[in-house]
């Protein structure tokens, strides 16, 4: 069974940052694509940054100066770097992997992490 798991959310300041982790349950390597979504309080759930396994990088518009997305092939995770948050950078934030080959392939989910900017 393929799992995705968040870590590294919380409640900061303004300001302030956090890094959020993605574990997945395989090995990175089957990856071809990984991203990071959020989604506000009453809104739907949007791509903030993504990296394929060649770690080309996209950001949103509205991260791109302050988040760093990044994968770790040997430590098995992925990374999003949060720096000068903002309340509106409040929301949920899932990991979502693609899988692109073999018995395994398919998109994936994690089940998400709380990140909470206080003004």
């Known amino acids: 069974q393929v799992q995705l798991v968040e870590s590294g959310g919380g409640l900061v300041q303004t300001g302030g940052s956090l890094r959020l982790s993605c574990a997945p349950s395989?090995?990175?390597?089957?990856?071809?694509?990984m991203a990071w979504y959020r989604q506000p309080p009453g809104k739907k759930r949007d791509l903030v940054a993504e990296i394929t396994d060649d770690s080309s990088t996209t950001y949103a518009d509205s991260v791109k100066t302050r988040f760093t997305i990044s994968r770790d092939n040997i430590k098995n995770r992925m990374f999003l770097q949060m720096d000068n948050l903002k309340p509106e950078d409040t929301g949920v934030y899932y990991c979502?992997?693609?899988?692109?080959?073999?018995?395994?392939?398919?998109?994936?989910w994690g089940k998400g992490t709380q990140v909470t900017v206080s003004s």
């Open positions: 395989t090995s990175i390597f089957r990856y071809t694509y």
């Open positions: 979502k992997g693609i899988i692109g080959s073999g018995l395994l392939r398919g998109d994936y």
